[in-house]
C-alpha cells in the first residue's frame, strides 16, 4: 500500500465530498417542479418544444401507479427498439466493418442489459457492434436509463418530502428535464475533456497495422464451405496460420464513454473497456472517470437531504454511503498489494502485488480503487479484470454486489435502494425501542415494510437461484474457465451483476449462449423493475400519509447511532443472505491460496 | 463489460447463436414483452387496500 495510493484516495475522497453539495444543489433547480436551473435559457425552448410534439402537460402529475406504468411503457418501447436495430445492423447505415445481425438470443440479452443500465456485454464491442448500434441502440439507453434512475430516486424523495398528496410527479417531465439539463450538458463537456486526452472519436474503418514481428497460430481447418474438417476420431483439423496485420478499432468512443460512466451504465465500446488505452487514455482520465461515476449519485444524496428538509440526515446517509467505500476501497488494495503467496512460494517478486489481470499503466492500487467504485454503483466499466483479483480481492466487488450498489449507487437507484434500507433500520430500531416506527415525521406501517421486503428480497431470489440453476448444470458449467470455488464464483458473480445490474464480469465466464444470455436477461429485467416498482409504491403511500411532529421518542436521524445502526442494518440484512455463497466461493479459494494445506488441500 | 466476446466466438460451446429464423425473433419479441406484463402485474398487486 504506497503513499501515492493513499495521497490519491484522499484527493479523490476530498474532490468528490466538495462536489457533492454543488452538483446536489443544481439537482434541485432541475428535480423541483417548480425549478429553473441555470440553463433554462439554452434548453427551456427545446424542453417545451417536446412537451408540445408529445402533448405532455407539465403541471399535470401523476399518482404512483401513472408513474410507474410511465416508467415500464418506455422501457419495453425501448428495449423492441434496440432489439430490431442489433438484428437488422447488417442492413442499416454506418457499418462499415459490415458486421452482421446480432444473433437473436445475444440480441435479446443485450437489449434487456441496456434497457436496465445495467451493460452486461455477452460480446466484444468493436467485433460485434456497427456505429449505428453503438450510437443509437445503445447509447440510447445509456441516457434513458440513467435518466429513469434518476426520475425515480427523485419522485421516491417528492413522496417522503409529501404530505398528504396523491402523485409524486410527472415521470415525463423529469425525464425531459434530467436529459436535458443534466445528462446532455455534461456529457458534452466531458467527451470533449475526454478527446483532449486522447480517446479517438471518429468514424472511420478499422485501420490496418502490419506487425513488426508476425507470428503464427493454429486455427481449425475448413473445408469449401467454411465447415470445421474433423479427423476420423472427431477431432478438430488444425492448420498454421501466420498473422502478420493488426485491425486497429476506431469509432465515436469519447462521446460514449462519457454517458457509460456519468450515467453508471459501464457498457464498453471496446472489449477490454476501461483499461483499453484508446477508451482511457491518461492517469487523467482514469481519474475523471472513477469520480464521475460517484458525480450523480453523490449529489442525488445532497438533494434527497436538501428535499426533506434536513440537510443533517443526507449528510449521515451520505457519511454511511462513504464508510462503506472506504472500507471496500481498503480491503481490495490490501488483499492486491499483498499478491498471492503461492507466487511468492515459486520465487516470483511478489512486491508489486498481485499484477495478474491489471493494466500496467494503472497498477493495483487504481485497479482496486476502480473495481471498487464501478461496484459501490451500478456502473460496471472495468479497467481490470475481476477475475483475476485475489480471492479477498475479489470478493469485494462481489459484497458490493450484494449490497444492492447503494453506495452512492447507479444513478437514482442507488438512492432508492438506500433509502428502502433507511425504512428497514428505522423499524428494526423501532422493534427494538419498543416505540413506533417513524420517518421524517411519517409513521412507518406493515404495507411499508412489505414493499420495502419486497424490493430487499427480489435480488437475492433471482441471483442465489439462477446461480444454483447453472452451477448444477451442464450448460451452466461449460462456460467456465476455471474449476473449483472459483468456477462457482464466476457464475455467482455474472448472476449477482445482472440481479444488481451493475453489468461488471469476472471475466472467466463465457455467457454468450443460449441459456446464458436468456437466463440472464430475465435476471437483468426483474433485477431492474421488481425493485422499481416497490420503491414506486413505497413513494406514493409515503406521499398521501401525514406529517406528525417529532417529540422525544423520534429516532434520530444524523449522528453516530443512525450511522451505526443503518451500516449494520444493510450489513445484516443486504449481504449476509449471501454469506453461504461467498463461504463456498472466494473465503474457501481464500484459504485454499494463502497455504492452509491441512485445511483446504 | 463483458466477459470476453472474442473468446466468446470462438469457444467449443457448441451452438454460439439461439437461431436465425423468424419464430425465434417472434420467441424473444414475445418473452421481453411477457417480461414487462409480468412486472405490470405488481402495480394492482400493490395497490394499499
New interface residues.
Given amino acids: 500500500m504506497t503513499l501515492s495510493g493513499w495521497v490519491e484516495l484522499g484527493i479523490f475522497s476530498l474532490i468528490l465530498y466538495l462536489l457533492t453539495k454543488p452538483v446536489g444543489l443544481y439537482l434541485v433547480q432541475v428535480l423541483d417542479a417548480d425549478g429553473k436551473p441555470v440553463l433554462d435559457r439554452v434548453f427551456g425552448p427545446v424542453e417545451r418544444l417536446l412537451y408540445r410534439l408529445f402533448r405532455v402537460n407539465p403541471k399535470e402529475e401523476q399518482t404512483w401507479q401513472g408513474y410507474t406504468l410511465s416508467v415500464l411503457a418506455i422501457s419495453i418501447v425501448s428495449c423492441l427498439f434496440t432489439y430490431a436495430v442489433l438484428r437488422l445492423q447488417e442492413h442499416l447505415p454506418l457499418n462499415p466493418q459490415k458486421f452482421p445481425g446480432v444473433s437473436p438470443d445475444l440480441a435479446f440479452n443485450t437489449a434487456v442489459s441496456f434497457t436496465t443500465n445495467t451493460n452486461w456485454q455477452s460480446y466484444g464491442g468493436e467485433s460485434t457492434m456497427s456505429y449505428l448500434s453503438q450510437m443509437v441502440a445503445l447509447a440510447l439507453h445509456n441516457f434513458l436509463s440513467a435518466a429513469v434512475g434518476i426520475a425515480v430516486g427523485a419522485a421516491l424523495v417528492r413522496g417522503i418530502a409529501r404530505h398528504t398528496s396523491q402523485t409524486i410527479g410527472n415521470f415525463w417531465v423529469d425525464l425531459v428535464r434530467i436529459t436535458l439539463y443534466v445528462l446532455v450538458p455534461m456529457c458534452t463537456v466531458y467527451s470533449l475533456f475526454l478527446v483532449s486526452q486522447g480517446m479517438v472519436q471518429n468514424f472511420k474503418p478499422y485501420d490496418t497495422a502490419q506487425l513488426t514481428e508476425p507470428f503464427t497460430v493454429q486455427v481449425p481447418k475448413k473445408d469449401a464451405e467454411g465447415n470445421p474438417l474433423k479427423d476420423p476420431k472427431g477431432n478438430p483439423v488444425m492448420e498454421d496460420q501466420k498473422v502478420e496485420t493488426q485491425s486497429i478499432a476506431q469509432g465515436p468512443m469519447a462521446s460514449q464513454v462519457a454517458i457509460k460512466m456519468l450515467g453508471t451504465n459501464g457498457g464498453g465500446f471496446m472489449n477490454a473497456n476501461a483499461s483499453h488505452p484508446f477508451e482511457n487514455p491518461t492517469p487523467l482520465s482514469n481519474f475523471v472517470q472513477m469520480l464521475s461515476i460517484f458525480c450523480l449519485g453523490a449529489g442525488l444524496v445532497y438533494y434527497f437531504g436538501h428535499s426533506v428538509r434536513s440537510p443533517a440526515h443526507g449528510w449521515a446517509v451520505w457519511t454511511v454511503m462513504y464508510l462503506l467505500f472506504l472500507a471496500g476501497v481498503l480491503v481490495a488494495w490490501h488483499s492486491e498489494a499483498s499478491g498471492n503467496p503461492r507466487l511468492a512460494a515459486l520465487g516470483v517478486d511478489r512486491r508489486g502485488g498481485n499484477m495478474e489481470g491489471k493494466e500496467v499503466r494503472f497498477g493495483v492500487f487504481e485497479s482496486a480503487l476502480f473495481a471498487t467504485i464501478t461496484t459501490d454503483a451500478s456502473c460496471g466499466a472495468v479497467n481490470a479484470m475481476h477475475d483475476s483479483f485475489t480471492p479477498l480481492g475479489g470478493l469485494v466487488p462481489l459484497i458490493n454486489l450484494h449490497l444492492g450498489e447503494i453506495i452512492y449507487g447507479g444513478v437514482g437507484a442507488g438512492l432508492y435502494g438506500m433509502i428502502i434500507f433507511i425504512v428497514v433500520a428505522v423499524f428494526l430500531f423501532g422493534l427494538m425501542a419498543g416505540r413506533t416506527p417513524e420517518y421524517l415525521g411519517k409513521k412507518i406501517e406493515a404495507y411499508d415494510v412489505k414493499v420495502c421486503a419486497l424490493g430487499i428480497l427480489v435480488v437475492p431470489v433471482l441471483v442465489m437461484g439462477f446461480t444454483a440453476w447453472a452451477a448444477a448444470t451442464g450448460w451452466g458449467q461449460a462456460g467456465l474457465n476455471n474449476s473449483g470455488p472459483h468456477g462457482l464464483s464466476e457464475i455467482l458473480y455474472a448472476y449477482s451483476s445482472a440481479g444488481a445490474n451493475n453489468g461488471s464480469a469476472f471475466a472467466g465466464l463465457t455467457t454468450n449462449v443460449p441459456l446464458y444470455n436468456t437466463t440472464m436477461g430475465v435476471v437483468m429485467w426483474f433485477g431492474r423493475f421488481l425493485i422499481i416498482v416497490p420503491a414506486l409504491a413505497l413513494a406514493g403511500n409515503f406521499a398521501a400519509k401525514k406529517v406528525a411532529p417529532s417529540n422525544a421518542g423520534t429516532f434520530p436521524l444524523s449522528g453516530g447511532t443512525f450511522v451505526a445502526l443503518l451500516i449494520g442494518t444493510i450489513l445484516i440484512v443486504g449481504a449476509l443472505t449471501f454469506f453461504p455463497a461467498w463461504a463456498l466461493g472466494p473465503v474457501v479459494e481464500h484459504f485454499q491460496m494463502t497455504g492452509s494445506a491441512k485445511l483446504y488441500p | ?9 470462438d ?1 467449443a ?8 429464423d423468424p419464430m ?2 417472434l ?3 414475445g ?3 411477457a ?2 406484463i ?3 402485474v ?2 394492482p398487486l ?3 387496500s
Wanted: charged share 20%; proline share 3%.
Fill in positions: 463489460m463483458g466477459p470476453g466476446g472474442e473468446f466468446a466466438e469457444t460451446l457448441g451452438e454460439r447463436n439461439s437461431g436465425d425465434t425473433d420467441l424473444f419479441v418473452g421481453m414483452v417480461l414487462f409480468a412486472t405490470i405488481f402495480i400493490l395497490r394499499r
